[in-house]
């Protein structure tokens, strides 16, 4: 079972992605995505529950951020907008083989997939 994490790059500030975590095998439950910047521990950006119904942000991040799912692809997507220089790092997609709802632990992902590098400039 392996995450794969794409879509990130370089983009100047105020600019979008779209991010993408496709998982292979199995749809999963619970997915998010955090970032790690450099020196800095990873942190959660945003989470979707099982169905998609529900969704949660971090709050640096909220409003600029849209979390949606495609099960049939087995697939989430992240959607940023309006990013800042402060948004640079690598993001990783996580996925839970137990949890429905949404979750900001790092500790209810039990899959991560290899990151993907947002860069943006100022």
């Known amino acids: 079972v392996q995450l794969q994490a794409s879509g990130g790059g370089l983009v100047q500030a105020g600019g979008s992605l779209r991010l993408s975590c496709a998982a292979s095998?199995?749809?999963?439950?619970?997915t998010g995505w955090f970032r790690q910047a450099p020196g800095k521990e990873r942190r959660f950006v945003a989470t979707?529950?099982?169905?998609?119904?529900?969704?949660y942000y971090a709050d640096s991040m909220k409003g600029r951020l849209t979390i949606s799912r495609e099960n049939a692809q087995n697939t989430v997507y992240l959607q940023m907008n309006n990013l800042k220089p402060e948004d640079t790092a690598v993001y990783y997609c996580?996925?839970?083989?137990?949890?429905?709802?949404?979750?900001?632990?790092?500790?209810?992902?039990?899959?991560w997939g290899q990151g993907t590098l947002v860069t943006v400039s100022s």
């Open positions: 996580a996925a839970s083989s137990r949890l429905d709802y949404g979750s900001e632990y790092s500790y209810d992902y039990d899959h």
């Open positions: 095998g199995r749809t999963f439950r619970t």
């Open positions: 979707i529950s099982r169905s998609g119904g529900s969704t």
